[in-house]
Every structure is written in structure tokens, then in C-alpha cells.
């Protein structure tokens, strides 16, 4: 509550009320805005969850036809190189910061392997483990992304609240202490001079 009811702290109070007012409608929108983004991704990485569990299964599958066809591969995996091809980068959205993740795409005959020793089980196993790879780092991209949105969303959620529940209110109650108390104020002052008025009409009679 304002400790000195002036038309100056009137004017400061209605000013901060209008500023959290203002306050609370970008908060309310950031998390709209936030929340929207973040079903979208949710959307999306179930559909690529599922994509992945079907390509795990033909994968898995297909290295086991490669080890029955080949025998034991695990002399022919250790041809494949390590996995350098990853970068990060980040976009923002309403000030969050979301991760890009990508990945060289390796070409559609590129082998690591020899081909007379090989076949063509042994071929489709590498294609589909390494489609897993690519739908992996999809995922974790946006897994990690709907993370910081929904922690995002519960800290503005809180802001807004606060504004909502704890500041506006408060600025308003504020704002009716000092206008009703300037109200009295001019109400005696007003009688004071209608008192005065008499008097000297009296006194002049």
C-alpha cells in the first residue's frame, strides 16, 4: 500500500499497474506461443518414435540375416568410422534457445566395406542401422528442444501468475487507497472553503 496518498504516487502507481498489466499479457503470450511450439514437437517426435521402433526392428533383423549369410560381422563393423558429422547450432523462440542438430547424410552407395567379401544383406543391415542414426539424432534434437520449452513455460507460468495474482492486485488496491483517500482530501478541502465562505459572508453582512 502507498505510505503517502499524492496525486504524484497516484500517477507512479497507476503507471506500474498498467506496466504489469502490460507485463502480464506478453507473459500470457509467450507461453501460449511456447506451448504451441512445443505440441508441435511433441507431434513430431512421436511420429519419429515411431518410425525409429519400426527401423530398429528391420535393422535388427537384417543384421541377423547379415550374420547368418556372413557369420559373425564384427570384424566387418570395426570398417565403419566413428560418427563425426554432428553439429549444434541454436534458433530462439520467444527467447528460448532450441538446438538444431545435423548430420552428413551419407550417399546412397556409399559403403565402408569391401563388396566382394560382402552382400547384399550385409548392405541393407548398414543402410537401416544407419537411418536408425539419422532418426536418433532427429529425436534427440527435439526431445531436448520440448525440455527447455517446458521449462520455459513453467517459469513464465510462474512470472505470470505472479503479476496476475500477487502485483496486480496489489497496484490496484493501491491505486483505490490513494484515489479514495485524494477523493476525501478534496471533499474536506471543499468544506473547508464552503465554511471560510459563509464566515465571510456573515462577517461582511
Given amino acids: 500500500m502507498a505510505t503517502v496518498p499524492t496525486k504524484g504516487n497516484l500517477m507512479n502507481t497507476k503507471k506500474q499497474l498498467s506496466l504489469a498489466k502490460m507485463g502480464y499479457e506478453l507473459m500470457d503470450k509467450k507461453r501460449n506461443i511456447l506451448i504451441r511450439e512445443m505440441m508441435m514437437l511433441i507431434d513430431k517426435a512421436n511420429e519419429i518414435q515411431g518410425t525409429i521402433d519400426s527401423v530398429y526392428e528391420e535393422a535388427y533383423l537384417a543384421l541377423q540375416t547379415a550374420n547368418v549369410t556372413h557369420g559373425y560381422c564384427s570384424e566387418i563393423s570395426k570398417t565403419i568410422p566413428v560418427e563425426n558429422s554432428l553439429t549444434l547450432d541454436y534458433r530462439s523462440v520467444m527467447g528460448v534457445e532450441i538446438p538444431i ?35 536418433t539424432a532427429q529425436l534427440s534434437e527435439i526431445e531436448n528442444s520440448v525440455y527447455r520449452l517446458a521449462d520455459s513455460i513453467k517459469k513464465t507460468q510462474k512470472r505470470a501468475n505472479a503479476l496476475k495474482n500477487i502485483m496486480i492486485p496489489q497496484f490496484e488496491e493501491d491505486v483505490k487507497f490513494i484515489s479514495d483517500a485524494l477523493d476525501e482530501k478534496d471533499r474536506e478541502e471543499f468544506s473547508r472553503m464552503k465554511v471560510i465562505k459563509k464566515q465571510k459572508k456573515n462577517k461582511n453582512a
Avoid: C, Q, W
Fill in 101 to 135: 542438430v545435423t548430420m552428413d547424410e551419407p550417399g546412397k552407395n556409399e559403403l565402408h566395406f569391401g563388396l566382394f567379401s560382402t552382400g547384399n544383406t550385409l548392405d541393407n543391415a548398414y543402410r537401416k542401422f544407419t537411418e536408425v542414426k539419422i532418426l
